[in-house]
């Protein structure tokens, strides 16, 4: 560790050449080596890069020590605190591979993921062992790191030396298996080899203009693909500054930003909207941000978070699947995510695999025609940077069919070429006969100012086919004006009458996935069976919406069942 510089000083330490890019993550940590730059930050100590190379090298020799035939995976359970950075290092060097647990799936999830990865060793801290010892794992005590006990670092520090490299390193080593978010469906591990994180990296450095006078703020979790393929590996590639924070926290983030001297942070749209909820200040601006890079926030909270930070927004599609179907350009309107990246990305009708016609929009960017012009996001190239589902074939086949990539994605190309995405494939929501975009919905949700964070979501209707419902996070559920915001909801030009919710879910912490994401699954499942307030609109015209009352719910209940549909009244397991 090195001494902490002092306020606003970012040491440069230019070397006089920089390596030629690398095709794998090893080779890019071995070119760190002697580099004094800073590397990686915290608010208690110090790393150059050199320090980081050599505490992963380090891990990477403990690994291999422990290491018994079987794949060689090693589950990490930590907050974004140092000793993750150096696993991904060590596993880069050794040639294992990391798999990042989401400490906020359940046990039976965590447990079930752990078996289906083959996860030989898990990295974990003193808060979370006990539950982890708690569960059939298959795993021996032994089997087991506890990064903040004094045995820990004992083994660590017997294993220093020298910076080696396992033999067989390359660009096809898998290092990576990261967990799908799960928000629609079950999650699924993402194969990411040592060359395509390396690509990724290069790709990024050339289109968002990383460098290595950047300081990257990292709050998003280490165990999604955000964290790691948007900012630890460009940051890596160009010996940039990794500052972490061990959660996401919206009060804290201007602070942090501050104090690190952060240029750079990656963001989710729900995270965006908390750090924009917070109080607003005459110096909020006073900040050395420069840029950010996200997926899923509404054009108005970009274009409000750069007035209110002084920062720049580029806002992109990604997927830990990989799959580059857009291509950026100055010219592409709010909202939209430039153009599609080659002539084989198309959007198809997933029924019929024709493509879908044009998007027509109205003046306020409204698509006039979604039922015939939204549909699933396909590269019919073929697979791209898709590397494939962890003993997962149904997965793999769904994804590639016909030696085309299917994204899994909804999205929309208007009359002048611009792709937009228009949510996951599980947020369509079917009502009247058509197919309505839960994404579409939720961008006007969220840009009512009492709303923190939304999501639109499909559950049956007691006659046919879908209602919809939303669950909005709100400061006071009890205390929130519906019927100004059934008004609001009228009031919105983009916003289709098929769009506005049938029944509404006040909350003051809607369930989330690790990476920030709102958990539709799980919201779906409850339906309307919950403590939080929930009202319904049951009638036609103008929407006036009514508090659901016990009885209430057992009515709601009961319709399914005079209609022939009570199967469907209880939540779905």
């Known amino acids: 560790m090195i001494e902490r510089p002092t306020k606003g000083e970012h040491r440069l330490s230019m070397r006089e050449h920089e390596p030629e890019p690398a095709n794998d993550i090893a080779s890019m940590l071995l070119a760190r080596v002697g580099d004094e730059h800073l590397g990686l930050r915290t608010r208690e100590a110090d790393w150059t890069w050199d320090a980081v190379v050599r505490e992963s090298a380090a891990r990477a020799a403990l690994a291999q020590a422990l290491r018994r035939p079987g794949p060689f995976h090693i589950g990490v359970l930590l907050d974004n605190v140092p000793d993750f950075v150096f696993w991904l290092g060590a596993a880069a060097l050794a040639e294992a591979t990391i798999v990042g647990i989401n400490p906020t799936h359940g046990d039976e999830q965590l447990a079930a993921g752990v078996h289906h990865t083959d996860c030989q060793l898990i990295v974990t801290d003193r808060r979370r062992i006990d539950r982890l010892r708690g569960l059939d794992l298959g795993l021996d005590p032994d089997r087991f790191l506890v990064v903040d006990e004094p045995g820990y670092r004992s083994a660590v520090d017997a294993h220093r030396g020298a910076v080696t490299v396992a033999d067989g390193v390359g660009p096809a080593s898998l290092l990576l298996l990261l967990f799908t978010s799960g928000t629609t469906g079950t999650s699924k591990a993402v194969r990411c080899t040592q060359g395509r994180l390396a690509a990724i990296a290069h790709a990024a450095t050339a289109k968002f203009g990383h460098h290595r006078g950047d300081v990257d703020y990292c709050c998003m979790p280490l165990f999604h693909g955000n964290a790691i393929m948007a900012l630890w590996a460009p940051a890596l590639a160009n010996g940039a500054t990794v500052c972490l924070t061990p959660t996401f926290s919206a009060s804290n983030f201007l602070a942090d930003v501050r104090y690190f001297g952060a240029t750079f942070f ?94 027509v929009l109205d003046e306020h960017g409204r698509v006039l025609n979604p039922d015939e012009a939204i549909g699933e996001i396909v590269d019919k190239r073929g697979a791209a940077g898709f590397e494939g589902y962890y003993n997962d074939d149904a997965a793999n086949a769904e994804r590639v069919r016909n030696g085309w990539y299917w994204s899994g994605d909804l999205g929309y190309i208007d009359q002048d070429g611009f792709l937009y995405f228009a949510g996951r494939r599980g947020d369509w929501i079917r009502v009247d006969g058509e197919n309505t975009s839960a994404l579409v919905i939720e961008r006007v949700l969220r840009r009512h100012p009492a709303v923190r964070a939304a999501a639109a979501y499909g559950v049956p209707d007691p006659r046919s086919g879908d209602q919809v419902m939303a669950a909005l996070e709100v400061d006071d559920p009890d205390g929130f004006d519906v019927a100004a915001f059934a008004d609001y909801l009228v009031a919105q030009r983009d916003l289709g009458s098929k769009g506005i919710p049938r029944l509404l879910r006040l909350s003051a912490n809607l369930p989330v996935t690790g990476s920030n994401k709102v958990l539709k699954r799980e919201l779906q499942q409850q339906r309307w069976h919950t403590d939080d307030p929930v009202y319904r609109w049951a009638g036609r015209g103008r929407p006036e919406y009514r508090r659901m009352t016990a009885e209430d719910v057992a009515e709601l209940d009961g319709e399914f069942s005079r209609y022939g549909r009570n199967s469907l009244v209880r939540p779905s397991s």
Do not use: W
């Not at 607003?280 to 996200?294: C, E």
């Not at 997926?295 to 970009?302: H, I, K």
């Not at 209110?308 to 699947?321: I, Q, T």
């Not at 959007?347 to 024709?354: E, F, G, K, L, M």
């Open 266 to 359: 990656t963001y989710v749209g729900k995270a965006l909207g908390y750090i924009l909820a917070t109080p607003r200040a005459p110096d909020d601006a006073d900040n050395p941000l420069q840029r950010g890079f996200g997926t899923e926030a509404s054009p108005e909270d970009q274009a409000e978070f750069r007035r209110r930070f002084g920062a720049v927004l580029m806002e992109g599609y990604g997927s830990s699947e990989g799959g580059a179907v857009a291509m950026p350009d100055p010219a592409a309107p709010p909202g939209a995510l430039g153009r599609p990246a080659h002539d084989g990305v198309a959007i198809v009708n997933p029924d019929t695999d024709a493509d879908c016609p044009r998007a």
